[in-house]
């Protein structure tokens, strides 16, 4: 069965600082992956997915993430952070071979922005 | 873009009477939408799939009959927590699916057990 890996389960991290937020997601033929943010008491906002084609994703908010087949990692990552930003990260991913919509998330990963 | 609405946002209900959650997907028509529970600080866990029109399908070692499902119309899905017990509370949120491979979340419904 297919899982995901969120390494760190906070990050804390100045404003205007870079961030990286990891994920590895066990070994599949082929798979969908997706960053969702949920800010507090509410649903999740998809930021980006990647479903095939170029590795690198670009997604809103100024974010991207990097598709590492060898390393079954999708690596989340923005160059600046706000305080705005501050919100729990959610990696999931979707088997393909399983023919379904089903998704399997992380643990999340609290994003702390401080001034 | 795509909406999901859920309601309500918030319940507390004493123990051992029924809640029921609605999620609608309000500009487009969906015959697949999920169900998942969310507990303090952890992540998301589906507990089942619900397809317009026939019975949903739940992953393991949710309980169906306490957790009712009804997918009644393409914009309308409604979870049941029967007999609800201070265990249930957590915070519930669904989602549907719209075009290829993106689900869209509903805002979550917080249930409090008392």
């Known amino acids: 069965a297919q899982s995901v890996t969120q390494l760190d389960s906070q990050v804390p991290v100045f404003e205007e600082a870079p961030v990286e937020l990891r994920c590895n997601y066990s070994s599949s033929v082929s798979v969908y992956l997706f960053w969702y943010v949920q800010y507090p008491n509410q649903g999740l906002q998809l930021l980006l997915k990647y479903l095939s084609g170029s590795t690198l994703v670009k997604g809103i908010n100024g974010f991207e993430a990097e598709f590492n087949k060898s390393k079954t990692s999708f690596h989340l990552r923005k160059p600046s952070v706000h305080i705005s930003d501050t919100a729990e990260y959610f990696c999931?991913?979707?088997?393909?071979?399983?023919?379904?919509?089903?998704?399997?998330f992380g643990t999340g990963t609290r994003l702390q922005v401080f001034p | 873009g795509a909406v999901v609405s859920q309601h309500p946002s918030r319940v507390i209900c004493k123990s051992g009477t029924s809640v029921k959650i609605e999620c609608r997907s309000l500009?487009?028509?969906?015959?697949?939408m999920f169900w998942y529970r969310q507990f303090p600080k952890q992540s998301l866990m589906l507990m089942a799939t619900s397809n317009e029109g026939s019975k949903a399908t739940y992953e393991q070692g949710v309980e169906k009959d306490k957790f009712l499902i009804n997918h009644a119309s393409l914009t309308l899905s409604t979870l049941t927590v029967t007999s609800a017990h201070p265990e249930d509370s957590s915070f519930y949120i669904c989602s549907a699916i719209q075009g290829v491979n993106e689900q869209f979340f509903g805002p979550g419904t917080r249930l409090t057990v008392l």
């Open positions: 500009d487009f028509q969906a015959t697949t």
């Open positions: 999931a991913v979707s088997d393909r071979s399983q023919n379904t919509d089903k998704l399997i």
